[in-house]
């Protein structure tokens, strides 16, 4: 079937027609040159922006395990309602993805379910116990080809396990992907450690158990001449220490998350653990912080670390509460508010950031692609200044705890296009 | 005043000021043979305790009986209790059952917070202590004890030792002397202050000797031995040299000088017993003050407009 988005500025430039058939594009024509062949489905893209579909190096689907809070399907139904054509499936399930028949079976369900593509995240460890490597070469062998590898939820934090795994997965040119995060200094954490944790009486994450467990990885990876990835990184110090590992060419790359480039810990005032994540959310500052990261190319991705709980652990007191908020609707306008309006990123600077550059540290090959004739059509269409109001009980999600309740965003997701094949149209899943 | 009592920061320095009056009158009354007010009467008051703590339990449970409220404890400690889920189910139990205040002592921090902003209950809620975060009705009696002795704390000078980091009586003395025009100052090794302390409104030092002299009154807080296993100081020894009230650092107040404790003490470790037992000592005192300040407070929120000897005729 051929079809034709017609009327779309790809990049925010000068508006054209795409035309693409089996997946591929075919067609890139001023609009209008041309009418749409016959027969040919067309969609409406006046006045919307086309990038390449969004890639999330950084999701947690709970399948299997825990379907009460998400599924395979209800998550990568969320995924394409956020614009992102393929996301990787965090391994801390129960079972935890440290075989190849489980990440096998994720990748599976994902292929059924159809909204995304689904790369599983393989576990470093057995168990993600921090003991012993997982069989990293059978997952990177398996149907899933899984690249990346992470035990997140928690730090690989014995350097020489560590240093073990940054070499043994190069000879896939796979990556590690690490939960940075020191478990002696951050016992019983329960938010940032800074002034206000002091005063709210919560057990404080000190930034530098984020920033020590870097710059170790970052010196080992250095050492044995491996690639690594940092998860989630939240605050000035780590954004530094990255900044100063690239200029010293070592191959590492990060992420941010959605909340932390816009949400402060001012937020645990409230106790209500809508608000409690890990990493914490941190101070004005590190958001500060991690904004020019992200704006100067020394955060290479928005990851938004989709972390789904089931009603009861959210809705009680503060330590009870899980760790964890919903992403990946929200992701884009967080993106448009706080690095495209204040004009700090350009369409192409979000299309890299939230696209081109995640997809290469997944090593997607059909992923994060230009647009051009001859690539996948994997396409997001969208609205930068359409507004519209957070409300959890019309996401596919299957849970709700969103830091956005009840707030309005700026920007929206209108088509969603995955290898040629709409899974988002107007806003709701095709 | 606040609906709820959760922080001593909820206390604007006329509300302080008007719980200490209040619990002054009542003092005076309840010395009576009949100690009995019937002000709550009809009323529900609901004793919350996830964490054992049986004299600030007493102390509210004398309370409200002495003002003739219904008083129904729930004790959740020992039970299966231990997940967040079980506070929204207990709070909807009360609030069916018409509780119109819920005194909670929790271990988590916030807590009292999340009850009273939650939407499960309507009643009016008062913190009893919330992990390591406030205890605000300590702070008031401990005031009280100490305007008893001192007068006007304007200008006063309190002392504060030992383990702030986990203390929530600290907090909220911290919050509350501040409010009412005193001078505080902790001392704690640097172990045992909170990140940030140095924002709080008070004075800090790692001395003792340097802090005590001259002072009107030093507050001695609970340190766990456990403490030290976690490396906090070396050894319990080396804490009581440092950081123990003795006779001899005692003898550094000002001449009136008096020594608090919220408790219960360790003898021998923060305080020895020559001193608790000894003349500056008001901690028994504290005790029985604590029963004035909690129905001043459960008289005061629960909206009674009567003076109380009116209402005691």
Request: net charge negative; proline share 5%.
């Amino acid at each position: 079937m051929i079809t034709v988005l017609r009327d779309v500025r790809p990049y925010g430039e000068d508006a054209v027609d795409i035309t693409w058939s089996e997946g591929v594009i075919t067609g890139i024509s001023p609009t209008g040159a041309s009418a749409p062949p016959q027969g040919a489905r067309v969609l409406d893209g006046r006045g919307l922006i086309v990038l390449p579909g969004f890639v999330d190096l950084h999701t947690h689907l709970r399948e299997p395990g825990r379907e009460d809070a998400e599924t395979i399907a209800s998550g990568t139904a969320a995924a394409a309602l956020g614009g992102f054509t393929a996301v990787h499936a965090m391994a801390n399930t129960t079972p935890v993805a440290d075989t190849a028949g489980v990440v096998e079976q994720v990748w599976r369900r994902g292929v059924e379910a159809g909204y995304c593509d689904v790369h599983p995240v393989g576990a470093v460890t057995v168990g993600l116990q921090g003991e012993r490597l997982a069989e990293l070469g059978a997952m990177a062998d398996s149907a899933a080809r899984v690249r990346v590898f992470s035990d997140d939820g928690v730090c690989v934090s014995d350097p020489v396990l560590m240093r073990r795994a940054l070499e043994y997965v190069k000879a896939f040119d796979g990556v590690i992907a690490q939960h940075a995060q020191d478990p002696r200094l951050t016992e019983g954490a329960q938010m940032n450690e800074s002034a206000l944790s002091g005063v709210l009486g919560l057990r404080g994450w000190p930034a530098v158990a984020e920033e020590a467990i870097i710059a170790r990885d970052l010196l080992l990876a250095q050492h044995v001449g491996s690639r690594v990835h940092i998860c989630h990184l939240s605050t000035r110090g780590s954004v530094d220490i990255v900044r100063w590992a690239k200029e010293r060419g070592v191959d590492v790359t990060a992420e941010v998350t959605p909340h932390h480039l816009i949400l402060t810990e001012e937020l645990a005032r409230t106790y209500d653990p809508r608000y409690k994540v890990n990493p914490p959310l941190r101070t004005a500052d590190d958001v500060e912080a991690v904004r020019a990261g992200l704006e100067d190319g020394t955060i290479d991705a928005v990851a938004t670390d989709h972390a789904p709980h089931a009603r009861e652990d959210k809705d009680c007191e503060w330590a009870a509460g899980a760790f964890g908020m919903l992403g990946l609707e929200t992701a884009f306008p967080v993106v448009v508010e706080t690095m495209v309006v204040p004009g700090r990123l350009d369409w192409r600077a979000v299309a890299d950031r939230m696209s081109v550059r995640p997809a290469r540290i997944g090593r997607l090959a059909d992923q994060g692609r230009p647009l051009a004739v001859g690539e996948p059509a994997h396409l997001v269409v969208v609205d930068p200044d359409a507004v519209w109001d957070v409300d959890p009980s019309r996401s596919p999600s299957r849970s709700a705890n969103t830091p956005f309740l009840g707030r309005q965003m700026r920007g929206a997701v209108v088509h969603t296009v995955l290898r040629g094949r709409p899974t988002v149209v107007d806003g709701v899943l095709a | 005043m606040n609906k709820h009592l959760l922080s001593a920061a909820d206390l604007t320095r006329e509300d302080a000021l008007s719980i200490l009056d209040t619990a002054a009158e009542l003092a005076r009354v309840t010395d009576r043979a009949v100690k009995k007010l019937p002000t709550l009467r009809g009323r529900t008051v609901v004793n919350l305790f996830f964490e054992d703590s049986t004299r600030t339990r007493i102390s509210f449970e004398a309370a409200a009986k002495r003002l003739s409220a219904d008083v129904i404890t729930f004790s959740a400690k020992g039970s299966s209790v231990s997940k967040g889920e079980s506070l929204k189910d207990t709070a909807l139990t009360l609030e069916a059952m018409g509780a119109d205040a819920v005194i909670v002592r929790h271990g988590a921090s916030g807590a009292p917070h999340r009850l009273a902003h939650s939407g499960w209950i309507e009643g009016v809620v008062i913190n009893a202590g919330d992990g390591t975060h406030e205890h605000p009705t300590q702070a008031l009696l401990d005031a009280f004890t100490l305007r008893q002795h001192l007068g006007e704390l304007e200008g006063r000078r309190v002392v504060v030792v030992g383990d702030v980091l986990h203390s929530r009586v600290a907090r909220s003395n911290v919050l509350l002397l501040h409010t009412l025009g005193a001078e505080v100052t902790l001392v704690a090794p640097p172990t045992l202050m909170p990140v940030g302390v140095d924002s709080w409104p008070c004075e800090v030092s790692y001395d003792l000797d340097e802090a005590l002299p001259g002072a009107d009154a030093v507050m001695m807080l609970r340190v766990q031995a456990e403490r030290m296993n976690a490396a906090y100081f070396p050894t319990s020894n080396e804490y009581s040299r440092r950081y123990g009230l003795d006779v001899r650092r005692a003898g550094l107040l000002a001449d009136d000088g008096i020594v608090l404790h919220p408790g219960p003490m360790n003898r021998g470790m923060e305080i020895t017993a020559e001193v608790a037992d000894g003349p500056r000592s008001v901690i028994v005192e504290q005790v029985t003050n604590g029963v004035h300040v909690r129905m001043a407070v459960l008289y005061l929120l629960l909206g009674v407009a009567d003076a109380p000897e009116e209402a005691a005729e």
